[in-house]
């Protein structure tokens, strides 16, 4: 990992355990062990550096949706909408994932964060419901808008959950019933 990635990564901890607001440049190049110049030199201020993570989180998102994609070749709409709710509870369930929902969590409940980052946070939010429509829109009983945000609703409400819950938490269950509610919700 280079010197970059180091504090990108230290920026991720401690944006999601400590928040935006009490985390200091001079924190991240502490944490990730490199200069407060070479932090500049990669980013122009803290703000700079917050979106550079956001972003780089969102790659990640839409590499477990390509995953997602090249594995759907050939499914039916059941099976694809099934692989789509796979594919979020196993990269929910992800150790390693649950720092990037801790940080999340933290943009979603710091106005500051949100302010920064509206404009990303639109355009993941509108990606999301892309990754949704594009299956729904081939369900007739589905109200595709309306079901694509209740999906998204109900899957941020179940991760939030499980990032606080301790360690029984049903995640196994929770999206076997969730799958089947929505199988039965869209009449397949």
Request: glycine fraction near 4%.
């Amino acid at each position: 990992m280079d010197k970059k990635q180091q504090a990108m990564q230290a920026a991720i901890e401690l944006f999601a355990t400590q928040g935006y607001e009490k985390t200091s440049i001079a924190q991240v190049c502490e944490a990730a062990n490199v200069s407060k110049g070479l932090v500049f030199h990669h980013f122009k201020n803290k703000d700079d550096l917050l979106r550079q993570v956001f972003v780089r989180m969102a790659e990640i998102i839409s590499e477990v949706g390509s995953n997602v994609d090249a594995s759907n070749q050939g499914l039916s709409v059941k099976e694809r909408l099934i692989n789509l709710f796979e594919h979020i509870f196993v990269s929910m369930a992800d150790p390693k994932q649950k720092l990037f929902y801790q940080f999340d969590y933290q943009v979603k409940c710091q106005p500051s964060m949100r302010l920064i980052l509206q404009d990303l946070l639109d355009e993941r939010y509108q990606l999301m419901m892309a990754s949704f429509e594009v299956i729904l829109t081939e369900i007739p009983t589905a109200n595709y808008p309306v079901d694509s945000h209740m999906l998204i609703a109900e899957i941020d409400g179940i991760a939030l959950n499980y990032l606080f819950a301790g360690e029984d938490y049903p995640l196994a269950q929770i999206k076997q019933r969730f799958i089947n509610k929505y199988l039965l919700l869209l009449g397949l």
